[in-house]
């Protein structure tokens, strides 16, 4: 059964780049699935991030195209979110998940992350 | 710039049926865009129930049930219960690789 684990910082300043790692467990990265970041601001909605195929192909948000980089690392089943110059409205919690384009989402548990120096 | 619609809120009674809607801002819901639904309670990570407009993910209960209706896709609760009290988001695939969440429906059981 996959499980995905978020980690990383949980307190970014501001202008700084936040980092964090989805590590996979119960699957092969490598299996045929696109592989996926969420993010869900305090109180408020859901909003599609980006998503990346084992071979490096990558999917981003138009509005957060400009500052999202997603990588993957086949050799230890992870992929990772780099989310440059970050302001208190990139404050939320962080899901990464098995993200097929048809929706079949597998979710990992979350990680809140809070900017603010 | 596309946007996805939801009710912001909706109420059922319990044993009741609720269908809950995601349109486009411009245009027509399609099977194309591959309608999902994500089911959220407070504190949680959101769960999948639907895909691909009408296949219930794995464990999820008939009662739940996805369509397209009119020109918006659609998810029906058959026989409400107290714990389908819950956040529901639904996504639509863009093409390209990118999807979009709509704002999400806070539904009330009572």
């Known amino acids: 059964q996959v499980q995905l684990q978020e980690s990383g910082p949980g307190l970014v300043k501001p202008s700084e780049t936040l980092s964090l790692t989805c590590t996979v467990s119960?699957?092969?990265?490598?299996?045929?699935?696109?592989w996926g970041w969420i993010r869900q601001p305090p109180g408020r909605g859901l909003e599609w991030i980006g998503s990346?195929?084992?071979?490096?192909?990558?999917n981003y948000s138009p509005s957060l195209r400009s500052r999202v980089t997603i990588s993957v690392d086949t050799s230890k089943n992870r992929f990772s979110l780099k989310l440059s110059s970050v302001t208190a409205a990139d404050t939320a919690v962080y899901y990464c998940?098995?993200?097929?384009?048809?929706?079949?989402?597998?979710w990992g548990q979350g990680r809140l992350v809070t900017v603010s120096s | 710039q596309t946007v996805v619609t939801q009710e912001p809120s909706f109420s059922v009674s319990p044993g009741g049926t609720v269908t809950l809607t995601c349109g486009l801002s411009?245009?027509?819901?399609?099977?194309?865009?591959?309608p999902s639904w994500y089911q959220q309670t407070p504190g949680q990570a959101p769960r999948t129930l639907i895909y691909?407009?009408?296949t219930r993910s794995s464990g999820v209960p008939h009662r739940f049930s996805g369509s397209i209706l009119g020109n918006k896709a659609a998810l029906t609760i058959t026989g409400a219960q107290a714990d389908d009290e819950s956040d529901y988001y639904c996504?639509?695939?863009?093409?390209?690789?990118?999807?979009?969440f709509g704002g999400g429906t806070k539904l009330t059981v009572l």
């Open positions: 998940a098995r993200a097929p384009d048809y929706g079949d989402y597998v």
């Open positions: 119960g699957y092969s990265i490598t299996g045929g699935y696109y």
């Open positions: 990346i195929y084992h071979s490096g192909s990558t």
């Open positions: 411009s245009g027509s819901v399609s099977t194309d865009y591959y």
């Open positions: 691909r407009t009408n």
């Open positions: 996504m639509l695939y863009m093409g390209g690789g990118f999807s979009v």
